[in-house]
């Protein structure tokens, strides 16, 4: 793992999907704290504005346009989440293959670098072995994250279904519980801390950016962690 090479054996790491304009705020505080993040998007539904329902309040689910991606996710890592958001896990290999290599394609002239990561699109059950080979053999994806959360810090080997420790805001206590553990951490292996979730969430969630901010402020600074990126932290 690359923050080996940081001589630190922890490392925190972020991951939002779908690329809603509630991202330049999430990325704004991520920055303040010096925290690295993955953004996965829809390179095919930018720019669209949506409203969902949640908890009997109307959220604004409204796209970046594809020309502030670059500039909205300086520092961070742009990643693949298909072209239109489908289950993969329905489709054939071809239509497998040009949701996610398109998408990836799409990305990259967008973000201005070779886009490598994914997050598997879609709730429920969103992928599998079949769709994992798929992308891993006839893609250029090198890792994909699943939403299988493990409340665990031990390093994986299937990088194609990579499972997060921990969903952020909508499990709070666990979330802080986690955070307080990594933190009074000791360990001689790889640890990660993999905290995934839509910054959309904070609009609905009680409080939602205030208890972000504090998990933030709990996991920030610490001189025996690494924070990068998904890409930084996995490869």
Not at 50 to 67: A, C, D, F, V
Request: hydrophobic share 35%.
């Amino acid at each position: 793992m690359q923050f080996k090479k940081q001589e630190k054996n922890k490392a925190i790491t972020f991951s939002y999907d779908d690329g809603v304009t509630q991202d330049i705020h999430l990325v704004e505080m991520m920055n303040r704290y010096g925290l690295k993040g993955t953004f996965n998007l829809n390179s095919e539904l930018l720019g669209l504005r949506g409203i969902l329902m949640r908890g009997g309040q109307k959220i604004s689910h409204y796209k970046l346009h594809p020309e502030d991606v670059r500039a909205v996710y300086a520092g961070h890592e742009v990643a693949v989440h298909t072209l239109t958001h489908p289950n993969l896990t329905d489709l054939t290999q071809a239509e497998i293959i040009r949701q996610v290599e398109n998408d990836r394609k799409n990305l990259s002239e967008l973000a201005g670098y070779e886009v490598i990561g994914m997050a598997y699109p879609c709730g429920g059950v969103n992928n599998d072995d079949r769709v994992a080979e798929i992308i891993k053999n006839h893609t250029g994806v090198t890792y994909a994250r699943t939403i299988t959360d493990t409340h665990s810090f031990a390093p994986q080997d299937n990088l194609y279904r990579f499972n997060p420790s921990v969903y952020h805001i909508m499990d709070f206590d666990r979330l802080m519980e986690l955070g307080r553990q990594f933190v009074e951490l000791k360990t001689e292996e790889p640890a990660v801390l993999y905290v995934w979730g839509h910054s959309y969430e904070m609009d609905y969630a009680p409080d939602g950016w205030a208890k972000l901010d504090e998990f933030f402020r709990l996991v920030s600074g610490r001189d025996d962690i690494f924070y990068g990126t998904n890409r930084e932290v996995l490869l």
